[in-house]
């Protein structure tokens, strides 16, 4: 099939720039990196509400806390590292503890990011922004998804964290497509294993899926693009019909999605559960293409688990 | 709120200083020394220089205090009692549980705090983005913004001091309790931080520096900051750390120590 190509991050420019007509209140934030975030789209439209905070990731994400307490709707974006890791006490202390209407865009998300290398891969971000009350997280799975994702955070109350990614990637979700914050979406059915998949490796997913349909195997695929709060309704609904779960990420494995998967299914319904990731181990130079063959984030990773998962099946 | 009379409010700074020290005694633990030190600049500012409103403390026209050296927070609480926002009684359950009067300020459970604080080196860059907020809606209330001396060794305050300067946010007044101690000693010693006013000049504040401890110096200091345009101001306030006790005045253990029931009425009775 001819699929359509567009990085996720155009999908968050695209919606800056709605929302930038339809809501005065909402400002935006760059840390000199505007350009790939897609934030100059903002910038261009509507200069008096972009607001540039130079090489500054910590004061930007406080800034956009006091920007918060004023009133406003601040979208502060720059590289995942560098938001996430860097300004991760300020995101703690200055917003999710206040519970102020923050809302995070951290670009450059995965290890698709390629020729950069490791310093640039933000790997880790689940890990950090899960773990932070009053936190939502999305990682929304094309730049359709990425485009609501942001509409949608700026409808709700309370910091919101939106990972997005550098490389075009498949868009295979359309406007008129479900997307609520905290339902997750069922994007083939099946009752033999269930893929839980969020980003857009959810693709790689439906591509497993339909690989494992030749083999006479039916697997559901979920989209749980929103890691917090967990559709746990889903996930206990896929380990009791499906009997086994395959989780798949651009993230490290430990403390990502699937452990999240795995802490619910654990409490609720406990299955044999299978993880595709990046093996706790720092990403390095290449296409991303090349690095998602050797970090094993493709659908042939995903394809294998399933069957390991599937066997482990008593 | 404006209370005219310089004794009224000398009197108040005694009051807010028996309220520190019985507090911080009462909870058994707390921060004494840097409360002591920033009695008369936060007393000056919620009694005569702030427009806010006690029994409306959501106002959205009100003058904003941003504690960031949020360990400071007995002198805050003390002063928003002291103005009405809660009763006094309520400052003896100072770091209880349940308290609403949390160990570092809690802006989701007390009402008055304008943020919660407690991560040193964050309020400054929170002052900065309420007063981007503010200049967009075209409103005139003012950000203070009190910093503690060991606090700006932080490098995200220099990042905010950049950027009050360049988006010229001349809402914005810093105040600096520049008592010259920190947790592990004399802030010179720890990590100099002198030259401090050619520090802020070269990144284009309007420096004003005062005797912290005088109370026309530092109301003056407000009035001036007040009328300069384009430009953020930092009041650099020389300061006693534990001011007002003679055992506690410029003794770096006095930081984070509690009085026992001893020290407090040796205290209480120095301030008489
Ligand atoms: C980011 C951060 N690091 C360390 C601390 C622990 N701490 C609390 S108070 C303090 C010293 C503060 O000194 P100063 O800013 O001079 O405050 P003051 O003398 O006015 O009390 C330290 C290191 C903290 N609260 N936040
Ligand atoms: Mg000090």
Known sequence: MMTKMKPTRDGYGEA????????????????????????????????????DMGIAEQDMLATAAGMALGGKIPFASTYGVFVAGRAWDQIRTSICYGNLNVKIGGAHGGISVGPDGGTHQSLEEIAL???????????????????????????IYGPVYLRFAREATPVFTESDSPFE????NVLR???????????????????????LAEQGLKVRVINMHTIKPLD??????????TGVLVTAEEHQIYAGLGGAVAECAAKHCPVPIEMVGIMDTFGESGTPDELAEAYGLTHREIVAAVLKAIQRKK | MTLANNDQLRELCTTVRRDIVEMTAAAGSGHPGGSLSAVELVVGLYFNVMRHDPANPT???????????GHACPVLYSVLARSGYFPADELKTLRKFGSRLQGHPNMQVLPGLDTSSGSLGQGLSISNGLAIAAKLD???????????????QEGQVWEAAMTAAHYKLDNVCAILDYNNLQIDGCCDDVMCIAPVADKWLAFGWNVIEVD???????????????????????????????????FMEDVAEWHGKAPNAAELAVALKELA
């Open chain 1, 189 to 211: 059915e099946g009752s033999d294993a269930t893929i839980i998949a969020a980003g857009p490796i959810v693709y790689e997913a439906l591509v497993a899926s339909d690989l």
């Open chain 1, 129 to 155: 922004m899960r773990v932070l009350p009053n936190m939502t997280l999305i990682l929304p799975c094309d730049a359709e998804e990425t485009r609501k994702a942001t509409l949608a955070a700026a409808e």
């Open chain 1, 16 to 51: 800056l720039l709605e929302l930038g007509k339809s809501n005065p209140n909402v400002l935006v934030l760059d840390a000199d990196l505007a350009k790939s975030t897609r934030a100059d789209w903002f910038w261009k439209a509507h200069p008096d509400r972009f607001f």
């Open chain 2, 138 to 152: 075209g409103k005139d209330h003012r950000i203070y913004c009190l910093l503690g001396d060991g606090e700006i």
């Open chain 2, 212 to 246: 912290g401890h005088n109370l026309d110096e530092v109301l003056l200091a407000y009035q001036r900051a007040a009328s300069v345009k384009c430009q953020p101001t930092i009041i650099i306030a020389k300061t006693i750390k534990g001011k007002g006790v003679s």
């Open chain 1, 232 to 241: 746990e309704t889903a996930i206990i609904g896929a380990a009791r019909e």
């Open chain 1, 181 to 184: 914050v905290g339902t997750a």
């Open chain 2, 59 to 69: 106002w959205s026209d009100r003058d904003r205090f941003i504690l960031s050296k």
